[in-house]
């Protein structure tokens, strides 16, 4: 791989969330993303043990994103520069749908984040794609209707003002849990304009 080209599971979330919207590109403007809560273990109801592992954003431009994930009973937080977008009348697979998107890259354990969260309106649930890359691991989720599925979720938007998170609880296509929480000031409308 060349220097500054995405990587395939980068590359191959791109391509999923361009699919479901239509091909228009997409651009974002969050506010100061409030803190996240802290998780709690899956196993215990209590806090994680193990002491955070934080990164943070080094991307130019993009906007405040803050991100809470336990992964394998690990907690790993980032926080920087990223990208929050919101499509309120899109579509998966005919379906009508609210698209919330949020991405992160950083510079420690907390290496990469694309998420995307499928609301269907029709109140039957919401899909969800996940790339979260750890260090060297990454860990894959896909819950839609059609194509490769991997792993399992339990996804839901947060919305709070003009901002809010996405917040997903799951197990990867290895069988490693994931608890994670995306936070977002401010979710733009994806529009041509700002495409």
């Keep these: 791989m060349n220097a500054g080209e995405p990587s395939f599971p980068e590359?191959?979330?791109?391509?999923?969330?361009?699919?479901?919207?239509?091909?228009?590109?997409?651009?974002?403007?969050?506010?100061?993303?409030?803190?996240?809560?802290?998780?709690r273990s899956a196993q215990a109801g209590t806090l994680a043990e193990a002491a955070p592992v934080s990164s943070r954003s080094t991307a130019p431009g993009g906007v405040p994103v803050t991100i809470v994930a336990e992964v394998g009973g690990r907690r790993y937080t980032g926080s920087g520069t990223g990208e929050c977008i919101v499509e309120s009348d899109g579509t998966i697979y005919d379906a009508p749908t609210a698209i919330y998107a949020a991405r992160f890259s950083g510079d420690g354990p907390l290496r990469h984040l694309n998420l995307t969260a499928w609301?269907?309106?029709?109140?039957?649930?919401?899909?969800t794609t996940l790339w979260l890359e750890i260090g060297e691991t990454g860990h894959r989720i896909a819950t839609l209707p059609q194509g490769e599925r991997f792993g399992r979720a339990a996804t839901e938007v947060r919305l709070t003002g003009k901002g809010g998170a996405i917040v997903v609880e799951a197990v990867d296509g290895t069988g490693?849990?994931?608890?994670?929480?995306?936070?977002c000031g401010t979710f733009v409308e994806n529009t041509e304009e700002n495409g």
Excluded: N, Y
């Design 176 to 183: 490693t849990p994931i608890r994670l929480t995306a936070t």
């Design 119 to 127: 609301r269907l309106k029709d109140g039957s649930g919401t899909q």
């Design 11 to 39: 590359e191959m979330m791109r391509g999923v969330l361009r699919a479901a919207l239509a091909g228009t590109t997409l651009l974002a403007a969050c506010a100061d993303a409030p803190a996240a809560e802290p998780l």
